[in-house]
T-cell receptor, first 113, second 114 residues
Framework: NAGVTQTPKFQVLKTGQSMTLQCAQD?????MSWYRQDPGMGLRLIHY???????DQGEVPNGYNVSRSTTEDFPLRLLSAAPSQTSVYFC????????????FGQGTRLTVV | DAKTTQPNSMESNEEEPVHLPCNHS???????IHWYRQLPSQGPEYVIH???SNVNNRMASLAIAEDRKSSTLILHRATLRDAAVYYC???????????????FGKGTLLTVNP
């Protein structure tokens, strides 16, 4: 099993550019989410989805868009990149049962200059 | 969200047991106690979780206090590969939706000395 796959692993953007971070999982998980991790801080939730066609905002959603057209894919779009969005981004997925555990991707390190 | 408190850092020697504490005095009856760890330059990975009873798996053991206000993650024989940040997280999925999220604190940085 591939698990949770994120692409790209590294990206440098100029301020104002847009891009999409890809996330795919092959475990048929209903729940998918995006986090960002800044130095010295824990992971913070950006957006999440409990199934295809359903998305909602997390703790720090501003400047990001998501969609969930399939169970497998949950892309994160940066609309107009800003230096404050320099961070490491993690995608996670899980079943929605009470005993479910989350699986995380390896992360995308994004630098906005 | 119910909060957890962990020491910022701990040190251990290789092949010795490690006990990582977590306080969660405001835990509710439907909160599960989850532990994740994050190795350097990697995404978090699931370690173990439990509700009331102690739990064991191939990675670790979880000891939960009788009043559930604290728990301890036990690594029976630490190896250099166990050096990571360990996160103790309370998760209550009752009601679905945003409750599936994991709320990460700063965790405990475990250093393992050879």
């Amino acid at each position: 099993n591939a698990g949770v796959t994120q692409t790209p692993k590294f990206q440098v953007l100029k301020t104002g550019q847009s891009m999409t971070l890809q996330c795919a999982q092959d475990m048929n998980h209903e729940y998918m989410s995006w986090y960002r991790q800044d130095p010295g801080m824990g992971l913070r939730l950006i957006h999440y989805s409990v199934g295809a066609g359903i998305t909602d905002q997390g703790e720090v959603p501003n400047g990001y868009n998501v969609s969930r057209s399939t169970t497998e894919d949950f892309p994160l779009r940066l609309l107009s990149a800003a230096p404050s969005q320099t961070s490491v981004y993690f995608c996670a997925s899980s079943f929605t049962g009470r005993l479910s555990s989350a699986f995380f991707g390896q992360g995308t390190r994004l630098t906005v200059v | 969200d119910a909060k957890t408190t962990q020491p910022n850092s701990m040190e251990s020697n290789e092949e010795e047991p490690v006990h990582l504490p977590c306080n969660h005095s405001t835990i509710s009856g439907t909160d599960y106690i989850h532990w994740y760890r994050q190795l350097p330059s990697q995404g978090p990975e699931y370690v173990i979780h439990g509700l009331t009873s102690n739990v064991n798996n191939r990675m670790a053991s979880l000891a939960i206090a009788e009043d559930r206000k604290s728990s301890t993650l036990i690594l029976h024989r630490a190896t250099l590969r166990d050096a990571a940040v360990y996160y103790c997280i309370l998760r209550d999925v009752t009601g679905g939706g945003s409750n599936y999220k994991l709320t990460f604190g700063k965790g405990t940085l475990l250093t393992v000395n050879p």
